[in-house]
């Protein structure tokens, strides 16, 4: 699970780099488009679990925000709350290989 959170911080990170995407409402929309999601209420479940303003900058290397917004998504993608250690795990696989 580790190794698949990594990959969530992976791909977020570089929405950021590559595409600019340095707001939560940016990399969601990015991420789950509208055109096959309900991109709103993605949003709106991801910034009310993870207590982030959709539309503030975010850093992807701010860690106390980063964990709840990709446990937030874990959640919108499984319908079951992330395992806390497993995204945490996954952190600091990312801040270990970083690409």
């Known amino acids: 699970m580790a190794w698949g ?3 969530m911080f992976v791909l977020l990170d570089t929405y950021k780099r590559r595409h600019g ?4 409402r940016q990399m969601i929309s990015r991420y ?3 055109v096959e999601n ?3 209420a993605y ?3 991801v910034a009310n679990r993870s ?3 959709p539309d503030s900058r975010i ?3 701010n860690r106390e925000v980063m964990i709840p917004i990709v446990s937030a998504m874990s959640f919108v993608e499984n319908g079951v709350p992330a395992v806390a250690a497993d995204v945490k795990a996954g952190w600091e696989l990312f801040i270990k290989y970083r690409p």
């Open 59 to 61: 850093s992807t290397d």
């Open 32 to 34: 789950a488009p509208p």
């Open 43 to 45: 949003i709106d479940t």
């Open 38 to 40: 309900h991109t709103a």
């Open 51 to 53: 207590f982030v303003n």
């Open 5 to 7: 959170y990594r990959a």
């Open 21 to 24: 995407c340095d707001t939560l």
